[in-house]
């Protein structure tokens, strides 16, 4: 009777692994598989793919502390990530909330803003390029019109190319993040404003006693997002500075191309892959650490 109830509970389990099946497979050959082979290649010196690898154990892993290319670049990834990460979820709450209080052009706007995120990145790199050239770009144009004399060279210039990137990468990716926490927003009970309003909160107390805690389960959910997302920019980087002037924009993801791509050091570019696989992985860590913290569910 029991073998029967239990052979019984097994076949109710085969039409659900039957549905999640093509999926795994899937998730194995393109993430699974890709990633213990580019662990195994990290312990290799494999240059191309006619070139027979060799075990170097962690020679790659001992370079890249000497690797002052390698350095720099983690570097610029740090920086881009703490002005990327504040920058766009200050951006995306702050629209989310304005586009909420407006009813009748809610839809439109939300549209207007997530446009940009399903934009080709070619494209935006390309049209934010010429925009900030600084001899014929409308934006140092419009700098000297208003009366600043020496605008900056943007991408041009060491000290603003990575600025300049950066910017582009909020524009483009905040109307995403706003339709998260929209929809965050929408999910939060109105009883609990009018609680608060009875007890005589104004507008910035009920946000931020009411929206901030009920909101914090998504905007947990969108820092993890946007720190992923930051150390994965490799597009705009390779279309609006090609990692220059000198090395002033040069990032992990960007840096491990110029090793497997240009250099053909496919072992040492696998290797860099793992490190920035290990950053995120501990960054993400902590943040789940942290996450009792500060977030109200």
């Known amino acids: 009777m029991m073998t029967s109830n239990r052979l019984r509970n097994y076949k109710s389990y085969i039409p659900g692994t039957l549905f999640i099946l093509p999926a795994f497979v899937l998730f194995a050959i393109f993430i699974f598989v890709p990633l213990i082979y580019g662990l195994v290649m990290s312990f290799t010196d494999y240059g191309g793919f006619n070139v027979t690898p060799n075990f170097v154990g962690l020679d790659n892993y001992t370079k890249l502390l000497g690797d002052d290319y390698f350095l720099v670049s983690l570097k610029n990834n740090l920086i881009y990530t703490l002005l990327f990460v504040p ?3 200050l951006l995306a709450l702050f629209a989310a909330i304005a586009i909420n209080n407006i009813l009748h052009l809610r839809k439109y706007l939300r549209m207007a803003f997530y446009f940009p995120y399903i934009t080709s990145m070619v494209s935006i790199a390309i049209a934010w390029g010429l925009l900030f050239n600084p001899v014929s770009g409308p934006i140092n144009y419009i700098l000297k019109a208003i009366g600043i004399s020496n605008p900056p060279e943007w991408l041009m210039s060491s000290k603003w190319a990575l600025l300049a990137i950066i910017l582009v990468a909020v524009w483009k ?29 104004s507008k910035f107390q009920q946000f931020l006693y009411v929206t901030l805690p009920s909101l914090s389960p998504t905007l ?8 992923i997302n930051s ?3 490799f597009d705009l980087v390779s279309v609006m500075t090609d990692g220059g002037p000198g090395r002033s ?10 090793e497997a791509f240009v250099n ?13 696989f290990l950053i995120i992985m501990v960054i993400s860590l902590i943040q789940f650490r942290l996450e009792k913290k500060w977030v109200t569910y």
């Open 264 to 276: 053909y050091r496919m072992g040492y570019a696998a290797a860099m892959s793992t490190v920035l």
């Open 173 to 201: 990716s905040f109307g995403y993040y706003m339709i998260i926490i929209l929809a965050g927003i929408q999910g939060i009970p109105e009883h609990l404003y009018e609680a608060a309003e009875l007890d005589g909160a």
């Open 87 to 89: 920058l766009t979820m």
């Open 249 to 258: 924009t040069n990032v992990l993801v960007f840096r491990i191309y110029q």
């Open 231 to 233: 150390f994965q920019v």
């Open 220 to 227: 947990f959910m969108v820092l993890v997002l946007t720190i």
